[in-house]
């Protein structure tokens, strides 16, 4: 009897629970062979990761045991800022490579891979903390910090700890030391100079002030010289002035002489017109100067009668003569007398205003000159004030070094050597194999979305009736032939072996990559080692 045809006129569409059941119906298998691989080789890379130890080792930082109020100290940077000196010289190539050498470490890898290799691998092992305590001050300030290595072999990441926290502290101490001996010896060096420069200032400012010595006598002596001079020139001006008062008393003694009445000559004799003549000048001059041009004119007739008198007597001439004046002569005498006195007393003025004119310079260049002998005095001040500063200072330095070779400054110590480590630090299996299993779990569920994605068959009439957008008229279900049975079971045995072979390379392939692998440990470690 024939089963009548089903009609279905309403198709699911969208992402349903009947789609997902299908979908893993149809994929389970392939779904179920992902997740098995990946977890599988997530596995075994968590079983043949390598065990990495660490180990950490404690340096306290120790105060000065002497308050730095009554010493104080050459080395004055930051803790910090010298810890992480120290810290650079350590990871020095030179010193790494020591290090490698005297504990033997990355004994298989030598003369495999290049020595910087394994001290760039050192050196990203070997980890600095410093951790801060906050101060009073509110400032952060590291009283210990802590030196940690990993690596695989428990006893080895001890020793290596150990030996480079040992280093910190013989760093520390040879730094400090050399540093106080330095600074001694540069202060030292110093005060040498500064010492020979003072007595070479000594010895200059001795010799201006012998110097300076001369020139206060010279002062002195000047000082005196001009009031000596400034009395004499007192004394000169007090003579020129009675001088000037007897000559004006001469003059006119000289003028009444010449104008007194005389014996009667006759008025066209030469003595006449001269005696005439003299007249008329003393006359002039009463009222002008000798360079009035009348004054001169009646001197040059003067002059010419004299020379024609005088002719007139050596030629035997008889002349009537004027009869010498007593009086007049004398005050002519006594006139020349003064102007010679005069003339003496000026030239001496001169000579002492000369006189004085040099000693006032040497007066008044004294402030100049002894500002000059002062400078001396004032440089060799200031380089014994940086003389006395230097030697407090060396003085210091020496106390220093002192308590730096005592040991009685800040000094490092481990306060809590490295011990072996009796469990591993990384890998963390449980962590890795929890992580696995959600990418298994992830990638299996892609899978089989991926499949279904680029599987284009139909599977169901739901299928068909989407892509063709036809009613669906009947349903014939699947009629499984004879030959179907065999080749579904070879089908299933070639999956199967596929599947195995593809779970022992994945299985294989992650112990090849994870076995003895430390970058992979360390990448996955938190914190990173």
Not at 82 to 99: D, N, P
Not at 240 to 245: E, F, I, N
Request: aromatic letters at 6%.
């Amino acid at each position: 009897m024939k089963q009548p045809l089903e009609y279905q006129s309403d198709v699911p569409s969208g992402l349903s629970a009947d789609v997902v059941l299908d979908a893993w119906r149809r994929r389970k298998w392939f779904g179920l062979i992902v997740f098995a691989a990946v977890f599988a080789a997530a596995i075994a890379t968590a079983l043949s990761l390598p065990n990495l130890y660490r180990a950490s080792a404690t340096v306290l930082v120790e105060r000065p045991r002497i308050s730095e109020a009554f010493v104080r100290q050459s080395v004055t940077a930051e803790l910090e800022t010298r810890i992480q000196t120290i810290h650079g010289e350590i990871m020095s190539r030179t010193r790494l490579r020591e290090v490698i050498s005297r504990l033997g470490l990355y004994a298989e890898q030598r003369g495999v891979v290049p020595m910087d290799a394994l001290v760039e691998r050192l050196r990203r092992e070997a980890q600095l903390s410093l951790p801060g305590v906050e101060q009073s001050s509110g400032r952060t300030e590291s009283i210990a910090f802590t030196l940690s290595y990993s690596g695989r072999d428990p006893e080895m990441v001890a020793r290596v700890a150990n030996t480079l926290a040992a280093f910190y502290v013989q760093s520390n101490s040879q730094n400090r030391e050399r540093q106080a001996t330095e600074t001694a010896e540069f202060l030292q060096t110093q005060l040498a100079d500064v010492k020979r420069e003072l007595d070479q200032q000594e010895q200059r400012a001795n010799a201006f002030k012998a110097q300076r010595a001369t020139e206060m006598q010279r002062v002195e002596v000047s000082l005196t010289a001009l009031e000596r001079l400034n009395t004499q020139l007192r004394l000169n001006n007090e003579s020129q002035l009675r001088a000037l008062v007897r000559r004006e008393r001469i003059e006119l003694q000289f003028a009444a002489a010449e104008s007194a009445p005389q014996p009667a000559l006759p008025p066209d004799a030469p003595a006449a017109q001269l005696a005439k003549l003299k007249e008329q000048l003393t006359e002039l001059r009463r009222q002008y100067s000798d360079r009035y041009p009348e004054v001169v004119r009646v001197q040059a007739q003067i002059a010419a009668m004299e020379s024609q008198v005088s002719g007139a007597g050596s030629n035997g001439h008889t002349s009537v003569t004027t009869p010498p004046n007593p009086a007049a002569n004398f005050a002519k005498q006594a006139l020349a007398n003064v102007e010679a006195e005069l003339r003496s007393l000026k030239d001496e003025e001169a000579s002492l205003r000369m006189q004085v004119a040099t000693y006032e310079s040497r007066v008044d260049n004294a402030p100049k000159r002894q500002e000059e002998l002062d400078q001396p005095s004032r440089d060799y001040d200031a380089v014994n004030e940086r003389y006395q500063a230097l030697v407090k200072r060396s003085e210091d330095a020496r106390l220093a070094e002192n308590l730096e070779r005592g040991k009685n400054t800040e000094q490092f110590r481990i306060l809590d050597p490295a011990i072996p480590p009796l469990y591993a630090a990384a890998p963390n299996r449980l962590s890795l194999v929890l992580m696995g299993f959600v990418a298994a779990l992830a990638l299996g569920v892609l899978a089989i979305i991926a499949a279904e994605k680029f599987d284009t068959t139909f599977h169901t009439a739901d299928d068909v009736q989407a892509f063709t957008n036809l009613p669906l008229l009947a349903r014939i279900r699947l009629i499984p032939s004879p030959a179907r049975g065999p080749r579904s079971r070879v089908q299933f045995a070639l999956i199967t072996a596929a599947a195995i072979i593809a779970l022992a390379v994945m299985v294989a392939g992650s112990y090849y990559v994870a076995g003895g692998n430390e970058q992979i440990v360390r990448l996955t470690a938190r914190p990173a080692l």
